[in-house]
């Protein structure tokens, strides 16, 4: 004998609903047969993730929005001044940086530096447009940019066509600091009409040079180098 778990009457057992509530009468042994339906999926959801084409796309949209709209308010609005000048600038400096990860990825590393030195000049440039002289971009600001994308480009080939290891690359980073900071230094003396001498340029040559002296050392003998790698574990 059943009965109706909604009002209790009992039930026959050919009977498929109650006669009193209309409950449906269901078997228990039927229940137990079934599968269980689960209260989360089994399989979770796939996204497509984004490319890199796309996240490049966003990129140059939301940088030429800003560098349209400050233009826009500098010329109509808030005419004092080319201040546009310096975001219009940023936006270009940023989407050339992020060209090669973000946008296209094919470009030669030497094509991408030059790239970038030259976005760099182009920014520096429109600096010196809201500025009262642009004598500091020609005799500093200049040279130095061309200066530094040289030496990268430099390091550039020496990593891919010379030696990629941890020892020449830092052969080639202590060979350059130097050089780099000495051509500061010179263009800044020139740029203030000092006397052409080295003073805190010559502080970081000297010990560069002993480091460089001491990694050619290394690296020219087969048997201190693996000993210093692994001591070193690279």
Same mark, same amino acid.
């Given at each position: 004998?059943? *009965? ?10 050919? &009977? ?14 039927? &229940? ?6 689960? !209260? ?5 959801? %796939?996204?497509?993730? !984004? ?8 990129? %140059?949209?939301?940088?030429? @929005? ?5 233009? /826009? ?16 600038? !940023? ?6 940086? @992020? ?13 991408? &530096? ?27 600001? &200049?040279? =130095?940019?061309?200066?530094? %994308? ?6 550039? +080939?020496? *990593? ?7 020892? @020449?690359?830092? #052969?080639? +980073? ?16 020139? *740029? +203030? ?8 340029? !010559? ?11 001491? #990694? =050619?050392?290394? /690296? ?15």
């Amino acid at each position: 004998m059943s *009965y109706c778990v909604n009002c209790g009457v009992k039930l026959e057992e050919s &009977l498929t609903k109650c006669p009193l509530c209309n409950t449906p009468v269901i078997n228990p042994n039927i &229940l137990k047969r079934m599968e269980p339906t689960p !209260a989360y999926p089994q399989k979770s959801a %796939t996204m497509e993730e !984004a490319r890199r084409h796309d996240w490049g796309i966003l990129l %140059t949209i939301v940088l030429s @929005a800003t560098a349209i709209s400050c233009g /826009l308010l500098n010329l109509f609005v808030f005419r004092s001044g080319m201040w546009s000048l310096l975001i219009i600038g !940023a936006c270009i400096l940023i989407w050339v940086f @992020a060209l090669p990860t973000v946008i296209y990825s094919r470009i030669p590393i030497y094509f991408s &530096l030059l790239f970038d030195g030259f976005a760099v000049v182009v920014y520096l440039y429109m600096i010196s447009r809201v500025t009262p002289s642009d004598h500091w971009f020609f005799s500093l600001a &200049l040279p =130095i940019t061309l200066l530094v %994308t040289f030496e990268m480009i430099v390091f550039a +080939f020496l *990593y891919r066509k010379v030696s990629h290891s941890f020892l @020449a690359i830092a #052969l080639y +980073f202590f060979i350059e600091i130097p050089i780099l900071c000495i051509g500061i230094e010179l263009l800044t003396r020139l *740029y +203030f009409a000092a006397p052409v001498r080295l003073v805190w340029s !010559a502080i970081v040559l000297v010990p560069c040079v002993v480091i460089v002296f001491a #990694l =050619i050392t290394v /690296l020219s003998r087969k048997r201190l180098r693996d000993s210093i790698r692994r001591r070193l574990h690279f």
